[in-house]
């Protein structure tokens, strides 16, 4: 996949297209985009994403204290690789770019650069400031420009609309086997191994400190979890806990905490990736590391029972 930051470099030919922020590139964002793949192939063209970086949400002060993403860029970009479109653009995302109207949007940007062959959007389709711009206007821009446009109807899964919105709920609920299910892969983090105080090492688990490499990143909610990591290229099972280890220190700094199974080497600085395969429990306060010690082995049984497939 061919990586744009600059719309000047596309140089493409009526490519198939899509515009969106995609952040998970979960389910709903996979069918869209097996679409553009469908259409790119019929008409013998090449398949376009175009993404906005950063967040809309974050650039226009609309975030809030709790606007979390489910990827990041290095992610997200990683992920459309590996779905096989041909090339992404990167769009850096400004005020100046929010400002523009509906019109100034497709006649200065789309048409310009994009010139789309056809182009696949969802249901929830807005573009230009305030949301002004919509499907209809999009058509009639198709149909001097020459272009087609596909609107897709919302993915759902039991009923619900397949949402970022919904999956990061599902996370900080807990229900990661339900927010594994609306994504179509495990959740997983990306982050660095920073220095701990290393007490697990003191009762047989040892862990490593992971400090996550977007600061906008999702993190699931408190607890134990099964977990396999990319370390290297290679895959380890391990398990994971996310809190503030009530039983080691009392204060409310919160951790995330690995502890990979036959792994013994140092990790600091390195980077790893976490993929969340299955909540065990919640995080618990224990009277003492003995009796932390003895649930830690149970819960590493548990985690080695659900990674067998892996």
Not at 46 to 66: C, E
Not at 151 to 174: M, Q, Y
Not at 185 to 196: D, L, N
Not at 216 to 237: E, L
């Amino acid at each position: 996949m061919q990586v744009h930051t600059d719309p000047i470099s596309l140089q493409l030919i009526r490519p198939a297209a899509s515009i969106g922020i995609f952040d998970g590139v979960h389910r709903g964002h996979q069918n869209l985009l097996a679409r553009v793949k469908d259409l790119a192939l019929r008409s013998h063209s090449q398949t376009l994403v175009v993404t906005f970086w950063p967040h809309p949400r974050i650039v226009l002060g609309k975030a809030g204290p709790d606007f979390k993403l489910l990827t990041s860029l290095e992610e997200k970009t990683e992920m459309l690789s590996g779905l096989g479109i041909d090339h992404l653009l990167i769009v850096p995302f400004t005020v100046e770019f929010a400002g523009q109207s509906a019109n100034q949007f497709l006649d200065d940007f789309l048409n310009r650069y994009i010139k789309p062959g056809v182009i696949v959007v969802g249901d929830d389709l807005r573009f230009g400031s305030g949301g002004s711009g919509n499907l209809d206007l999009l058509v009639s821009s198709g149909k001097v420009n020459g272009f087609e446009v596909i609107r897709l109807e919302t993915h759902t899964d039991n009923e619900a609309r397949i949402s970022s919105t919904l999956i990061r709920t599902c996370l900080l609920s807990g229900d990661l086997q339900s927010a594994n299910n609306l994504l179509g892969y495990p959740y997983f983090i990306t982050g660095k191994v920073v220095r701990g105080n290393r007490i697990g090492n003191t009762i047989g688990f040892p862990t490593a400190n992971i400090e996550c490499l977007e600061s906008f990143k999702q993190i699931p909610s408190d607890g134990v979890y099964a977990v396999i990591v990319d370390r290297k290229g290679n895959w380890y099972k391990g398990m994971l806990n996310i809190g503030i280890r009530p039983t080691i220190e009392d204060n409310s700094h919160k951790t995330i905490e690995v502890h990979l199974f036959d792994v013994s080497d140092d990790l600091y600085m390195e980077t790893l990736k976490v993929r969340f395969i299955s909540r065990l429990r919640d995080e618990m306060k224990f009277d003492g590391l003995g009796q932390l010690k003895a649930q830690l082995a149970l819960d590493r049984q548990a985690s080695i029972k659900v990674l067998e497939k892996y």
